[in-house]
């Protein structure tokens, strides 16, 4: 590991793009900063190495912070979302926690709010199963509570009837078997459980063939 620079200012010259500084120490190109990081610089000052050392960690700081406001920018992210892309840049851990801790205070990221948002968009989207949507929580590293706070009103029958409602128009002219086996993938593959699935499919039928006359179970693959 090199040592940290130190030594004169000399020359503090913008960089063409990024909205950095370069800083030259006694005639030579040391490290590039933050404008907002060199702010309070000026040619002629001494730096030590220790105060080098501070305006390089806070550039890093800085660099974070942008990063992970660039990412929440795109779309809401839970804390560990954040935290794995931060670690994946090479950000140490120390600077890592101080953003989710700064993101956190400011109202930026909640794990909870991420929770109940991302189920919200799920059933107005593309509606699946509680056990499909506990499962993608907890791919994108949310704790327990918030996954259960979030999925209490969440209810599979309802749930399952919606989704099959949004793909009836393409399976309407099916016969029986075909009708069956293919809303039934379709639901299985939303995270229902195969009792659930079966009830929704005869429903399905049922609302699209009113009448007193059961659906063919010769065939139907469910």
Request: charged letters at 30%; glycine letters at 6%; a positive charge.
């Amino acid at each position: 590991m090199e040592p940290t620079p130190e030594g004169r200012i000399t020359a503090l010259q913008p960089q063409a793009r990024g909205n950095r500084v370069r800083v030259y120490l006694d005639g030579a190109y040391a490290f590039s900063l933050a404008e907002a990081v060199a702010a309070d610089l000026q040619v002629g000052q001494r730096l030590t190495a220790a105060q080098v050392q501070a305006l390089l960690d806070a550039d890093a700081r800085w660099r974070a912070w942008q990063h992970a406001a660039r990412l929440l920018a795109v779309r809401p992210r839970s804390a560990a979302e954040i935290r794995r892309r931060l670690r994946r840049r090479g950000y140490a851990d120390e600077v890592v926690e101080a953003t989710l801790a700064r993101l956190r205070a400011a109202g930026w990221l909640d794990d909870a709010v991420f929770a109940r948002q991302w189920v919200e968009n799920r059933l107005a989207f593309r509606p699946r199963s509680r056990a499909l949507l506990r499962a993608e929580l907890r791919q994108k590293g949310v704790d327990e509570a918030a996954i259960e706070a979030a999925l209490a009103p969440v209810d599979d029958e309802a749930l399952a009837w919606d989704a099959a409602q949004r793909a009836l128009r393409r399976y309407r002219g099916l016969p029986w078997p075909v009708f069956a086996r293919r809303l039934s993938a379709y639901l299985a593959r939303r995270g229902f459980p195969p009792g659930l699935v079966r009830q929704v499919v005869r429903r399905a039928w049922a609302h699209l063939h009113p009448g007193p006359s059961e659906p063919e179970e010769q065939g139907a693959a469910q």
